[in-house]
């Protein structure tokens, strides 16, 4: 019983933590989907929400309702659930990658300071709300919103913070960028 009090508290800890973050909240795309019943069609909105720190947490939701504001609130409800931490190096990602989602590629590559973020809508979203100034992407194949915003979070989720492979690798780190 002490145990299930005890988690209950570290719960509502958590809750109140993550209520006082402050997020920034994208809204990537809205749209209405149908479902084809016996006497019809049924229609109900689909909405992609991406939603970050702006110091290296991003996540990406999904959500589904029979109204716009709900499927919005499902949606930030789901990327808040699915953050992930981005290592940044001044400003931008420490080296190039490519990430996949179905028919979807994006390519990620650092770029040097006063670039800005060149990247399309799903991909640009998902790169600010990271906390990301400079960065150089190409959207390759698919550019369904939903899969360049999953493509773009799978690309983030593959970086390697530069410090960690010097320390993995037992080298100094001068000689990780060396190559």
């Not at 992609?48 to 720190?53: Q, R, S």
């Not at 590629?105 to 006063?114: E, T």
Request: glycine share 10%.
């Amino acid at each position: 019983m002490a145990q299930r009090k005890h988690a209950n508290r570290r719960r509502q800890r958590q809750r109140v933590a993550e209520e006082q973050q402050q997020w920034i909240e994208r809204l990537v795309s809205v749209k209405r989907v149908a479902k084809v019943v016996q006497g019809g069609r049924r229609f109900s909105f689909s909405a992609v929400v991406v939603v970050g720190d702006g110091n290296g947490l991003v996540g990406a939701g999904v959500g589904k309702a029979n109204e716009v504001a709900d499927a919005i609130a499902k949606a930030t409800e789901d990327a808040k659930k699915n953050v992930i931490r981005v290592p940044l190096r001044r400003g931008t990602i420490p080296h190039s990658v490519i990430g996949r989602q179905d028919a979807a590629r994006v390519f990620l590559k650092p770029a040097s300071p006063g670039t800005g973020v060149i990247a399309g809508s799903g991909a640009r979203a998902v790169l600010e709300c990271a906390g990301i100034k400079d960065v150089l992407c190409k959207a390759l194949g698919s550019t369904n919103p939903y899969n360049l915003v999953a493509a773009t979070v799978h690309a983030l989720e593959q970086l390697e913070d530069p410090a960690e492979v010097a320390q993995r690798r037992s080298v100094p780190l001068q000689k990780v960028f060396e190559g």
